[in-house]
């Protein structure tokens, strides 16, 4: 029997979204024995040693065999691997998951950038995580001006493209502006989403001691 499969993307890039997902795996990990993250798909990688998918196995309490594509330049993903004349196989990458996934209890798997990064020609990561079927979508937005709108446009967009979040994760920014005490609030009247829940700022340690990332791994975990 398969692990309950955990997609996290966001609105943007360079959001959060890979510390939260380090915090929610180490939160996991107090609740089943095999929780493993992965990121099948980085760009920006010079050193994978302190990759993104590194940090996310590092996080993890059950490691699965790597796979996927680590691509040099800090572009798209579709624009890196043209310049290393790579081509992504999307199919590869979602066999991959699929085989991560039987050995798991929760496997989180991290796209790169938002919901709508490109990954070709003609696929984005929604495209990638429709293809996956997973248990649950988590999208990452930052708590600042414009969050709002980047969290509609994503929902907008998710829903014409017949792909269903299940929940939204707001991080608390570097520097708060005059909209970050309120974003939280707004999101839960605005969008449909089944739980809107509101991360503040730490270490990957502290974060995942917090009640709002244990809530959400004793719910991921069933438990």
């Given amino acids: 029997m398969s692990g309950r499969l955990v997609v996290i993307s966001g609105t ?12 929610l ?8 024995p095999r929780a493993a993250g992965i990121k099948p798909i980085e760009s920006g990688v010079t050193d994978p040693t ?3 998918a590194a940090r996310l196995e590092r996080a993890s309490t059950f490691h699965v065999k790597r796979f996927g594509y680590a691509l040099r330049a800090g572009l798209s993903p579709h624009i890196a691997a043209r310049m290393e004349g790579v081509s992504l196989d999307m199919a590869a990458v979602v066999h991959g998951i699929g085989m991560a996934r039987k050995d798991c ?24 995580a429709r293809a996956m079927q997973p248990d649950e979508i988590l999208l990452v937005v930052p708590n600042r001006l414009g969050a709002l709108h980047d969290t509609l446009a994503a929902l907008r967009a998710a829903g014409a493209a017949s792909l269903q979040v299940h929940g939204i994760i707001i991080v608390a920014p570097e520097s708060p502006d005059a909209s970050t005490e309120s974003n939280a609030h707004e999101l839960r009247t605005l969008v449909g989403t089944p739980f809107v829940v509101e991360v503040g700022r730490g270490s990957v340690e502290t974060l995942a001691t917090t009640e709002p990332v244990m809530a959400l791994a004793r719910r991921l975990a069933g438990r």
Avoid: C, W, Y
């Fill in 105 to 128: 209890d929760v496997l989180v798997v991290e796209l790169p950038g938002g919901l709508f990064t490109p990954l070709s020609g003609r696929e984005t990561n929604a495209d990638l």
């Fill in 50 to 52: 302190v990759s993104d």
């Fill in 25 to 32: 795996l180490q939160a996991l990990g107090t609740r089943v």
């Fill in 12 to 23: 943007g890039t360079n959001i959060g979204k890979t510390h939260f997902a380090e915090a």
